[in-house]
């Protein structure tokens, strides 16, 4: 048997992805020696991926970045405005005090993001192969063979909106596999993920003639044509039509109904996304029903979503450790699973658990918003345009080291986020801020600091995933019955509200955003842990209530994360998240004021589902976007004026321009001025200069509307 996988993680055991891309970013290193330490990380995986038994290597897998850009740099789809930077690559990635980035969005229902390639009538495409040729030509130094991964011509148009453009792409790819064929590479898998989606009648057509013009072409290797994160469903009798040696399915998520005589299949039977041991009896039942000329044993797909290895956590708990499966690990079940089926092993079956609590009731009922929104007029008493933002405010090296630091004195350690959190009420103060934050300086990340305070939980030491560029999360283990033993954001909300008048807000995260943004255990009912968790959340807004606590934001940005990406399941998933979030929110009296966020997560594609929430507030991303406000959004509205995910410094004439268009769709009583999304990655001289832009604007539109 035959054994791969479709990726591999790319930030480095230790993240020294992420340490070189922030040197390089501050100048403290050159694009050379950047370019070092990729070359470094990629050794380490061929070298590791071999040592542990896989017969077939991928390449090409490791980015700087984001492989979609690599890919639109790849093809020459690099906008004009961006060819004079000093590195046009991380300018489209990051933008530059004179450029704005490129758009940001989820990559399917992944916490990973990418970014959206930008195709105009004027861009003309130019292959430029040195990245996937010069990753084969390192490997091949090193005594390895690889198969290039590039993500597939359909997939790339379908992302970047451009489907009447796939011919030009297609020559683009026809010279790609020319470039590999002279290089002796044997198979190149495309990855073609949108195939997993609803697609239409003329893309179904693009896919087969795609498939069959690229295997026409006289001089190329055999075409792996990779599709995960869902079932193929239509797709599949189209790409089996054609030509093409090999078909990667997913048969952790998906299924594959018909024989595929003479083809390769790569059957991907141990799961890319998530940390749970494969069950070994289902897994090989699953490649017992492949029917297919050769099958090659796989991951469902790339093991990018994953830590690098289970080795290293040493705190886990022994049991909850007998039942986890890292990068590393997966790889071994892999090279395991083809030798079982090698042997016709027949594993017993693993029990089922039994379900997570018993069923939740359904949301109740707040007072309609009408009433709500006057109670909190008299209590709040905000101007029009309320200035706010997110939550985070930027985390200095001190308080992190401080909070790393197992032998500080705990009495220490809260001195210092209490001073923190003085800092960034005097900032906000001082520049004019209407709704303040405390800046979340006790948390380390949004969902692993409620996890490490919930029953059912467990984190890890060094589980980190990348969810884009050099930024990484240590998403927690959700393994059981989920409780809240005491409560979790009260001191630091009531501390914060002692230093000022003005309303302060608690910081929550939604039930459903620590449910997706954790590694659930495989075999309980999502639904039912999402339920138990929004009880959890119910509880901590009543005790904000009582001290004091006026406006609670719910953060719910992986709301559009887990939608099905099929249409036909998304209905019931979004009814029973919005139950969720009612159920956690519902709680609070008429005049305190709910707010959620929703930060790069395409909100205009679920905006019945945010109406639903019955948040009194809802922020979203725009700003990097450029998404227009949704118009006649019936409750307060906060559309993002400044991307925090790029070091550059908006001016008070843009944020004006975005409060203004906004002011088209929606009246100024309802209009909110924020931030994107959290400050936490930025630093205090990029935020005290953007936020006073932001109140600069906000002042001079307030005056427009008396």
Sequence with gaps: MITTVLGYPRIGPNRELKRALES?????????????????????????????????????TFSLYDQVLDTAVMLGAVPERYREAEDPYF??????QGLAPLRMTKWFDTNYHYLVPEISPSTVFRLDASKPVGEVRQARALGFDTRPVVLGPVTFVLLAGALERLDEVLGCYEELLSALAAEGVSWVQLDEPALVCDRTKEELEAVRAAYERLCAWPSRPSLLVAAYFGDLGEALPVLAGTPVEGIGVDLVRGSLPIELPGRTVFAGVVSGRDVWRTREAEALAALRAVRAGEIVVSTSCSLQHVPYSLAVEERLDPALRERL??????????????????????????????????ERAEARARSPYEVRAQAQAEHLGLPKLPITTIGSFPQTARLRAARADRSLPRASYEALVEGEIERAIRLQERLGLDVLVHGEPERNDMVQYFAEHLDGFAVTEHGWVQSYGSRCTRPPLLHGDVGRPSPITVRWARYAQSLTAKPVKGMLTGPVTIVAWSFVRDDLPLREVTFQVADAIAREVRDLEAEGISVIQVDEPALRELLPLRAAAQPSYLQWAVAAYRRATSVAADRTQIHTHLCYSDAEQIISAIDALDADVTTIESARSGAPAPEGFPRGLGPGVYDIHSPRVPSAEEVEALLKAALDVLPAERLWVNPDCGLKTRTYEQVEASLANVVRATLRVREALR
């Design 24 to 60: 390089y970013w501050d100048g403290r290193i050159t694009r050379d020696e950047l370019d070092q330490v990729g070359a470094g990380l990629r050794e380490e995986t061929w070298r590791r991926l071999a040592e542990l038994g896989l017969d077939a290597l991928p390449s090409n």
């Design 91 to 96: 300018a489209m990635a990051r933008g530059t």
């Design 325 to 358: 499966a890292f990068a590393e690990e997966k790889v071994a079940e892999v090279v395991a699973l083809a030798r079982l089926f090698a042997e016709g092993a027949t594993p017993a079956p693993t029990s089922a658990a039994a379900p997570a609590g018993a």
